[in-house]
């Protein structure tokens, strides 16, 4: 993809599209007003005539428009005037994108980045604006036979601004949100793959894969036997009856010379079955995302690499299928972890804090300046915060608003969640140290206090993503979150923000 600046009109400028705001009452955005000028008046009868709305969300796209050298334009609608939020703004740039989608659209011009949208400067309207657009271009198809519908060609993506002096910013935005829209299609693909192709093994291939042609970039994997003389008895436990063999991916990124490295530990259940206590049938087909921490993990991996950051960045994903078997691990079987701790299995369904546990302690070597695991960890956390954000925890205060931060500036939110004495005794265990449950109530709570008994001494962060990850219904699919969020806090950190 290709991207530029531009200081003219809407109407002067020959694209195959050009997209412009509308607002509530007929108040015409800035782009908008000069296409409505150029056609004398036009787009406003349009408006009038209901013929073009006004709706966040809408989108009406006019061919031919008289006085506009583009061949068409994308109207989308922003809803009350006033500043739009960056969501509205994600929004409507995506409906245009995907009212677009069957036309042989090469080359577009986004006016939407000189409206004034809540908390963002350029840098973070292009970013937005390149983030949203590669979000609504994503497709899954490499399952499918037969024909394949030709994506829509787009390759030259501009942007309006106001003034040159925001050309340097927007240039910046554009190629960070370039960087991290793979990242998140990235996370995307690896998460819609099914388990049969998306085996613990394909997951260290890919990360492999990645790491060829990156001088900057080594990947290392660990195999059960490996894990088995580190002492990894809580992560084996959870792969004992499953065929395919476990692995432990460890990618390294080396961009800030002898900087301690931020560390990001992504859950990788390529399938969760629940094991001995399976799960029920319904639905089930949806545990193949059972591996999307790691999946954005890897993507923000790709997402930093590819942005060249100086910053080192270290990615470990504990990979395993989670499965029934005569030799698999059962309810009350106690299993000892790397840290020495043991652990009472009373449900070998809560397996994601059994293999993280351990990647957190492996990560103890690479002596993280922060580490923050990623997983889809628990169904309480749908039932506490639903799809829209996922739940953040950690053990230091700054580290965790630095997390809330992250997420708010990528609009990719998360919501801080507490740990505590009173969540962690429900974690008691007659028989071990502790035990992997703790009872009906906090779930995502509890699996937190969990594993927060692996991290003393690492300034630690735990992002509970299960409700955020993927869709279900007719759109079901991976999102790449929070491939943005990541990216957004390794960005910070290396102090590649304007
Ligand atoms: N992968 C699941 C969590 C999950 C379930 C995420 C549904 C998204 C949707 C995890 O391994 C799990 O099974 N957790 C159990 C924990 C329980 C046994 C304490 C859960 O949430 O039911
Ligand atoms: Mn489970
Ligand atoms: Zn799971």
Not at 139 to 146: A, D, L, N, T
Request: hydrophobic share 40%.
């Amino acid at each position: 993809m290709k991207y530029f600046t531009t200081t003219s009109k809407a109407s002067r400028r020959s694209v195959d599209c050009v997209i412009v705001g509308v607002y509530n009452r007929g108040k015409l955005g800035a782009g908008a007003t000069d296409v409505d000028a150029a056609s004398k008046g036009q787009l406003l009868k349009l408006i009038k005539s209901g013929d073009v709305s006004s709706q966040a969300g809408a989108c009406t796209v006019l061919p031919g428009v008289a006085g506009v050298k583009a061949d068409r334009v994308a109207v989308v609608g922003l809803g009350k005037s006033g500043a739009v939020s960056a969501s509205t703004f994600r929004k409507a740039t995506a409906a245009a994108i995907r009212s677009l989608a069957d036309t042989k659209t090469r080359s577009i011009l986004n006016t939407l980045t000189l409206e004034s949208v809540k908390g963002c400067d350029a840098y973070y309207l292009a970013r937005h604006s390149v983030e949203s657009i590669g979000d609504a271009l994503y497709r899954f198809e490499q399952m499918k036979s037969g024909r394949k519908k030709p994506p829509m060609p787009l390759s030259m993506i501009g942007h309006s601004i106001a003034k040159r002096g925001d050309a340097a910013k927007t240039t910046r935005g554009a190629d960070h949100g370039d960087a991290i829209a793979n990242g998140v299609a990235v996370a995307k693909d690896l998460g819609n793959l099914p388990s049969n192709v998306c085996t613990p093994s394909y997951l260290a291939r890919a990360a492999k894969k990645m790491a060829s042609g990156n001088g900057k970039l080594t990947t290392q994997i660990l195999n059960e036997a490996e894990m088995k003389r580190l002492g990894m008895g809580s992560l084996l436990s959870v792969t004992a009856g499953a065929i395919e063999p476990a692995k432990m991916i460890v990618m390294k990124y080396k961009g800030g010379g002898k900087d301690q490295p931020v560390v990001l530990v992504g859950k990788g259940v390529t399938f969760d079955t629940g094991g001995i206590s399976l799960k029920p049938g319904a639905g089930m087909d949806e545990m193949k995302f059972d591996m999307c921490g790691a999946a954005s993990v890897i993507g923000t991996m790709a997402a930093i690499a590819r942005m060249k950051l100086p910053v080192n960045l270290t990615v470990v994903v504990p990979a395993v299928v989670n499965m029934p078997a005569g030799d698999a691990t059962n309810p009350g079987d106690i299993v000892k972890s790397m840290s020495g701790q043991t652990i009472e299995v009373l449900n070998t369904d809560a397996e994601g804090r059994l293999i993280l546990c351990d990647a957190l302690t492996y990560s103890r070597r690479f002596k993280p300046a922060a580490i923050i695991d990623v997983a889809t960890l628990t169904g309480a956390c749908v039932v506490a915060l639903g799809h829209h954000r996922c739940a953040i925890y950690s053990n230091n205060d700054a580290l965790r608003d630095e997390v809330f931060a992250a997420g708010n500036s990528a609009e990719d939110l998360g919501w801080p969640m507490p740990l505590g004495e009173q969540y962690n005794a429900q974690l008691k265990s007659n028989f071990a140290d502790m035990a992997n449950i703790g009872g009906p109530g906090g779930g995502s709570v509890t699996a937190a206090c969990f594993l927060e008994r692996f991290t003393d001494g690492m300034n630690w962060a735990h992002l509970d993503i299960a409700g955020v990850a993927w869709k279900s219904g007719a759109q079901k699919g991976a999102t790449g979150r929070p491939v943005s969020l990541l990216s957004e806090f390794v960005l910070s950190r290396a102090g590649a923000l304007p």
